[in-house]
């Protein structure tokens, strides 16, 4: 435990230093915000361009500030499609860098957006962006928000704020401070990483899961770098300072983050009528899913022997007064009717045992092994889900 909290402090040391100097280098830049910001490559340029799979422009926000009052729309030319991604940019670095991974997810079947950022920084009111594009789609049912870098980290503090509009949030080499932390979110998250990223640690990445939703997947780019989650010039220098060269090139790890975000945004078409979107990752849509919050892909439900519609993983057997707990209330409910059995007033349809967990007609050790499983759960610790009221056991 202390270990978790020394690499979460460091963590965030290192992003309160980042923050430091990347304001530092605007006010030694220009005023326009741009001079500091990496420029794009000429194959990012090249994916500005519509194709006949996808539709590619230039939206203007008025109410915006000048230099900075744009995103850019990558839109399927198929219609149909009711899942958007919204792209916050890595800090200085121009938002079009991101237009070949852009035209690839939206090849894909998701309408995905590329928000510029005042002075190409995801802070503050331009991590707030993500309303406007939200309320200018009204079609799209479903969103996600993600970024590189920084960027994932403005879209962590969008989601914070406002996680009934956000289903999903995709991380590229990024994690959320304690600040943004999400992990009592009700969305689904992904954090792709590179292994030999020198700017976004291991250790980090290890670190930021207790700031993340429960059951957040982590997807590892073996031999990629931090730099190459973007299309950007970092000349005279081949990668960003401080990162460490990458054992693939630019396209393969582009390929990774393409297959992984896509694979990711995909669970939105595959539930929808869950608001969750399987939040648990079982495979089962949450409104079918007998234990939505808590992965059990066979569905079991062998307590009681009937089954009761709620799944083993997360039923409370021991709940008996439904409050959400199992306590010491509980306990003398149960520690009423132990020792009954076949040869001491059985249990029997017209006189139930508190505790007969099995149905074989006693309250015995083999309940008491049951019953332990959940005591001690509370509405601040795996809550027990809603009761079913009613006999439990039907005996023949």
């Known amino acids: 435990m202390k270990r978790i909290y020394c690499k979460s402090l460091l963590a965030f040391q290192r992003l309160m230093i980042l923050m430091v100097v990347l304001l530092g280098m605007l006010f030694l830049g220009t005023t326009d915000g741009n001079a500091a910001s990496?420029?794009?490559?000429?194959?990012?340029?090249?994916?500005?361009?519509?194709?006949?799979?996808?539709?590619?422009?230039?939206?203007?926000?008025?109410?915006?500030?000048?230099?900075?009052?744009?995103?850019?729309?990558?839109?399927?030319?198929?219609?149909?499609?009711?899942?958007?991604?919204?792209?916050?940019?890595?800090?200085?670095?121009?938002?079009?860098?991101?237009?070949?991974?852009?035209?690839?997810?939206?090849?894909?079947?998701?309408?995905?957006?590329?928000?510029?950022?005042?002075?190409?920084?995801?802070?503050?009111?331009?991590?707030?962006?993500?309303?406007?594009?939200?309320?200018?789609?009204?079609?799209?049912?479903k969103w996600s928000?993600?970024?590189?870098?920084?960027?994932?980290?403005?879209?962590?503090?969008?989601?914070?704020?406002?996680?009934?509009n956000i289903d999903g949030v995709v991380l590229w080499a990024s994690y959320p401070s304690e600040t943004f932390r999400i992990d009592t979110k009700m969305v689904k998250a992904i954090s792709i990483y590179g292994t030999n990223d020198g700017l976004t640690t291991l250790d980090e990445i290890e670190a930021?899961?207790?700031?993340?939703?429960?059951?957040?997947?982590?997807?590892?780019?073996?031999?990629?770098?931090?730099?190459?989650?973007?299309?950007?010039?970092?000349?005279?220098?081949?990668?960003?300072?401080?990162?460490?060269?990458?054992?693939?090139?630019?396209?393969?790890?582009?390929n990774f983050i393409v297959q992984a975000t896509g694979d990711f945004l995909n669970y939105f078409y595959f539930c929808p009528n869950d608001p969750y979107n399987d939040f648990d990752n079982d495979s089962i849509c949450g409104d079918i899913d007998s234990c939505p919050n808590i992965p059990n892909p066979l569905q079991e439900d062998n307590f009681p022997p009937q089954g009761n519609g709620i799944g083993d993983a997360c039923d409370c057997e021991g709940n008996f007064n439904c409050d959400q707990d199992v306590d010491a209330n509980d306990v003398i409910t149960f520690l009423a009717d132990f020792g009954r059995s076949q040869y001491n007033r059985p249990c029997t349809n017209l006189d139930q045992c508190k505790g007969d967990f099995s149905c074989d007609r006693d309250v015995d050790a083999q309940d008491v092994t049951k019953f332990l499983e959940d005591f001690g759960r509370s509405q601040y610790n795996n809550p027990c889900p809603v009761c079913v009221v009613g006999d439990w056991c039907v005996y023949p």
Request: charged share 15%.
């Open 38 to 141: 990496y420029p794009p490559l000429p194959e990012a340029l090249a994916a500005l361009e519509s194709d006949v799979e996808v539709n590619v422009s230039q939206v203007i926000v008025p109410e915006w500030p000048p230099d900075s009052n744009f995103y850019f729309v990558f839109a399927p030319t198929t219609p149909g499609f009711t899942i958007g991604f919204i792209i916050y940019p890595g800090a200085l670095v121009d938002p079009r860098s991101y237009a070949p991974i852009a035209h690839e997810i939206a090849r894909q079947g998701f309408l995905t957006v590329i928000v510029k950022m005042v002075n190409d920084i995801a802070i503050g009111e331009s991590a707030e962006r993500a309303s406007r594009v939200i309320g200018d789609y009204p079609g799209i049912e």
């Open 145 to 164: 928000i993600g970024g590189h870098s920084m960027g994932g980290v403005g879209a962590s503090a969008y989601t914070k704020a406002h996680a009934e």
């Open 208 to 254: 930021s899961r207790v700031h993340l939703p429960p059951y957040t997947q982590f997807v590892a780019i073996a031999g990629g770098n931090h730099t190459q989650f973007g299309w950007y010039d970092t000349s005279p220098n081949p990668i960003q300072p401080g990162d460490n060269p990458a054992d693939l090139t630019r396209q393969e790890q582009q």
